[in-house]
C-alpha cells in the first residue's frame, strides 16, 4: 500500500502511515478548520489498510493540542482500528505530557469506546 | 441525608451564578465600553521578538482586510515594525515591572486616518532626551527630515539605546505627519511613553498645526483604554476579523507570554473552540470581511481566568446556541460527560450547532456553567456574549 505522509503545519498534524515501516504516527497540533476535510482520507487509508494489515499495528499519538472537530474524527479512526483488532493486533500508544490531564482523558474516552485495541498510555 | 447533600450542592451552584453573574456584568461593560472606540487591534502585554512577530501579523492581516495589499498598507506595516521595536527595546530597562505595568501596541481607524500607537515603560531620566528629539523631528519639514535621516546614518549618531534614533524618524517620514508623545508618570522610576502616528488614508491628508488637538484626544482614548486593560488585568485581548489565521497567531501569543501548564493548555484549547465557534457561526457583516469579533482573556483576583468572547449571530442561531447552553447548563459534568461520548460517535459533520462538542468541551474544562448573553442589535441580528470560566490549577 502506498504510504501517507503529510507534514505538519501551524494546524494540522504530522501524519506518517508506512505498512512496509511499520510506522503509524499521528503528532504535534490538531486544529483544523474542517477536520473532516483533513481526517477523512486517512480514515478511508484505514479501511483500506485493514483489508490487508500487519499482524501487528502500533499506532502512536502524540497531540499537543486538538480541538472538538478533530476529537470527532479521532473517533471515527479509533473505531476504524478497532475492526482491524477484530482479526489483528492493534496497539495505540497514546503519549501525553504529564501535566495535560485532559489529553489523558481524551485518550481514554476513546479506549472506552474501542474495545479492542489495546491501549497503552505513555506520560512524557 | 441525600436531601442535604443535594441541597447544599444547589447552594453551592446558586453562589457561584452570583459571584460569576457580577464577573460578566463587569466583563461586558468593559466590552461596550471598548467596542464605541472602533479599534482594529490592540495588544497588551509583553513584547518579545517572538510576540511581535505574531503581533505584527495579526495586525497586518487585520489592515489588509480593509486596505488590501496596497502602497498605505506597506507604510503602515513599517510604521508598525518600528513601533513594536521600539517598544520591545525600551522595555529591557523595566524588567522588574513589566508584569505589573505592561506595554500597549493599538491600531485604530477613525474617519480618514489610521492611528498605530504604542505605550511602553521608560525610565524617567530619559524623558527630557526623547521629549528634545521629538521636538526636533516635529520642527522639521519633509526635506528637513530626509537631511536628517542622512545625516543620522551617516554620522552613526548612535543613541544609547542603539536606535540612532532613527526609528523615530523613519515613523515621521513614512507617516507624513507629526508625531505626538506623551508622558503618564507611574512611581519615581519610571513612566509610560505614549506615541502615537497618524496615516491619512487619502494622499494630501498631510498635517496642519490646528488638527494637533484632534491627535491630542485620539491619543486619550487609548490611555483610557490601557488604564482600563490594567486594571481589569486583560492578558489577551483581540477586536477584529476573525480568521483562522489569526487564531494561530493568538494561539502562538498564549504559548510565547505563558509557561507550559494545564492552565495554559486548557487557555489556549477552550479559546481553539471560541473562536472557531465565532468563524464558523459568526454572522459576517460584509461578505469580504470575515467575522468580526471580540476576544479577551482576564485573570480574575482570584487567580482563574475568564475567557469572554463577543460577535453577530442571526436570530435563527441565537435560537439553536440558546436552546444548546441552557440545555449543557442544565446538566451536572457527569451527565455531560456521558453525552460527550455520545456525541464523539454522532457522525452528523454537517450541522455542528447540533452535534458539535464545542460547547461541551467548554463545560468539561470549565469550573462554572458557562455564562452568555444576547443584545438585539437589529431585527434579526444579535450581539452574542459567552464566556467560559478557567480554573487556575497550577
Known amino acids: 500500500m502506498e504510504p501517507i505522509i503529510l507534514q505538519p503545519t501551524d494546524d494540522t498534524p504530522e501524519v506518517i502511515l508506512n505498512p512496509e515501516e511499520k510506522i503509524f504516527r499521528i503528532e504535534r497540533v490538531s486544529v483544523p478548520?474542517?477536520?473532516?476535510?483533513?481526517?477523512?482520507?486517512?480514515?478511508?487509508?484505514?479501511?483500506?489498510?485493514?483489508?490487508?494489515?500487519?499482524?501487528?499495528?502500533?499506532?502512536?499519538?502524540?497531540?499537543?493540542?486538538?480541538?472538538?472537530?478533530?476529537?470527532?474524527?479521532?473517533?471515527?479512526?479509533?473505531?476504524?482500528?478497532?475492526?482491524?483488532?477484530?482479526?489483528?493486533?492493534?496497539?495505540?500508544?497514546?503519549?501525553?505530557?504529564?501535566?495535560?490531564?485532559?489529553?489523558?482523558?481524551l485518550g481514554k474516552r476513546y479506549q472506552k469506546i474501542a474495545k479492542r485495541i489495546n491501549f497503552e498510555f505513555i506520560e512524557i | 441525608m441525600l436531601q442535604i447533600i443535594k441541597f447544599i450542592r444547589?447552594?453551592?451552584?446558586?453562589?457561584?451564578?452570583?459571584?460569576?453573574?457580577?464577573?460578566?456584568?463587569?466583563?461586558?461593560?468593559?466590552?461596550?465600553?471598548?467596542k464605541q472606540q472602533n479599534f482594529e487591534y490592540v495588544y497588551r502585554g509583553f513584547f518579545s521578538h517572538n510576540i511581535s512577530k505574531k503581533i505584527l501579523s495579526l495586525a497586518d492581516v487585520n489592515i489588509q482586510r480593509?486596505?488590501?495589499?496596497?502602497?498605505?498598507?506597506?507604510?503602515?506595516?513599517?510604521?508598525?515594525?518600528?513601533?513594536?521595536?521600539?517598544?520591545?527595546?525600551?522595555?529591557?530597562?523595566?524588567?522588574?515591572?513589566?508584569?505589573?505595568?505592561?506595554g500597549i501596541f493599538a491600531i485604530q481607524k477613525q474617519q480618514v486616518y489610521y492611528y498605530v500607537t504604542t505605550g511602553n515603560l521608560v525610565l524617567n531620566e530619559r524623558i527630557p532626551d526623547l521629549k528634545s528629539r521629538i521636538d526636533k523631528i516635529n520642527s522639521l519639514d519633509k526635506d528637513e527630515l530626509k537631511q536628517l535621516h542622512k545625516e543620522v546614518l551617516r554620522t552613526g549618531a548612535?543613541?544609547?539605546?542603539?536606535?540612532?534614533?532613527?526609528?523615530?524618524?523613519?515613523?515621521?517620514?513614512?507617516?507624513?505627519n507629526k508625531l505626538v508623545a506623551s508622558f503618564e508618570l507611574v512611581n519615581d522610576k519610571y513612566s509610560y511613553f505614549y506615541l502615537q502616528t497618524r496615516?491619512?488614508?487619502?494622499?494630501?491628508?498631510?498635517?496642519?498645526?490646528?488638527?494637533?488637538?484632534?491627535?491630542?484626544?485620539?491619543?486619550?482614548?487609548?490611555?483610557?483604554?490601557?488604564?482600563t486593560l490594567n486594571v481589569e488585568n486583560i492578558l489577551l485581548y483581540f477586536n477584529g476579523f476573525f480568521t483562522q489565521e489569526n487564531l494561530l497567531n493568538l494561539l502562538s501569543i498564549i504559548k510565547g507570554r505563558m509557561n507550559l501548564s494545564l492552565t495554559t493548555i486548557r487557555l489556549s484549547n477552550v479559546m481553539v473552540?471560541?473562536?472557531?465557534?465565532?468563524?464558523?457561526?459568526?454572522?459576517?457583516?460584509?461578505?469580504?470581511?470575515?467575522?468580526?469579533?471580540?476576544?479577551?482573556?482576564?485573570?480574575?483576583?482570584?487567580g482563574d481566568f475568564a475567557l469572554l468572547s463577543g460577535n453577530y449571530v442571526t436570530q435563527e442561531k441565537k435560537k439553536l446556541i440558546e436552546d444548546k447552553l441552557n440545555?449543557?447548563?442544565?446538566?451536572?459534568?457527569?451527565?455531560?460527560?456521558?453525552?460527550?461520548?455520545?456525541?464523539?460517535?454522532?457522525?452528523?459533520?454537517?450541522?455542528?450547532?447540533?452535534?458539535?462538542?464545542?460547547?461541551?468541551d467548554l463545560r468539561i474544562k470549565s469550573s462554572a456553567q458557562l455564562q452568555f448573553k444576547f443584545l438585539k442589535v437589529s431585527e434579526n441580528l444579535y450581539f452574542y456574549i459567552l464566556q467560559t470560566i478557567i480554573k487556575n490549577v497550577n
Do not use: C
Open chain 1, 33 to 105: 478548520e474542517d477536520a473532516f476535510e483533513f481526517y477523512q482520507p486517512i480514515i478511508q487509508w484505514i479501511k483500506e489498510y485493514g483489508k490487508n494489515p500487519l499482524p501487528e499495528t502500533v499506532f502512536e499519538f502524540n497531540l499537543e493540542y486538538v480541538n472538538t472537530a478533530s476529537n470527532k474524527q479521532l473517533m471515527q479512526l479509533m473505531l476504524a482500528l478497532d475492526e482491524i483488532a477484530q482479526n489483528a493486533t492493534v496497539i495505540v500508544k497514546w503519549f501525553y505530557e504529564s501535566i495535560d490531564e485532559d489529553m489523558l482523558e
Open chain 2, 158 to 176: 548612535i543613541s544609547d539605546k542603539g536606535g540612532a534614533g532613527l526609528g523615530l524618524i523613519e515613523i515621521a517620514r513614512k507617516s507624513g
Open chain 2, 10 to 34: 444547589k447552594a453551592n451552584i446558586m453562589a457561584m451564578q452570583i459571584i460569576d453573574d457580577s464577573l460578566f456584568d463587569k466583563a461586558f461593560d468593559l466590552f461596550t465600553r471598548i
Open chain 2, 327 to 360: 440545555f449543557i447548563n442544565s446538566k451536572d459534568l457527569d451527565e455531560i460527560s456521558e453525552l460527550y461520548d455520545e456525541i464523539l460517535l454522532d457522525m452528523d459533520n454537517v450541522d455542528s450547532l447540533r452535534t458539535g462538542l464545542g460547547f461541551y
Open chain 2, 66 to 102: 480593509s486596505l488590501g495589499v496596497s502602497a498605505l498598507q506597506k507604510r503602515i506595516y513599517y510604521i508598525m515594525v518600528e513601533g513594536l521595536q521600539n517598544i520591545s527595546m525600551h522595555q529591557e530597562d523595566a524588567d522588574d515591572y513589566l508584569e505589573k505595568y505592561p
Open chain 2, 273 to 302: 473552540e471560541m473562536i472557531q465557534n465565532i468563524i464558523k457561526h459568526g454572522h459576517k457583516i460584509d461578505d469580504n470581511e470575515g467575522v468580526p469579533g471580540i476576544f479577551f482573556i482576564r485573570q480574575l483576583d482570584s
Open chain 2, 199 to 227: 496615516i491619512p488614508i487619502q494622499k494630501g491628508e498631510e498635517e496642519t498645526g490646528d488638527d494637533y488637538s484632534k491627535l491630542r484626544s485620539a491619543l486619550i482614548s487609548i490611555k483610557k483604554l490601557h488604564l
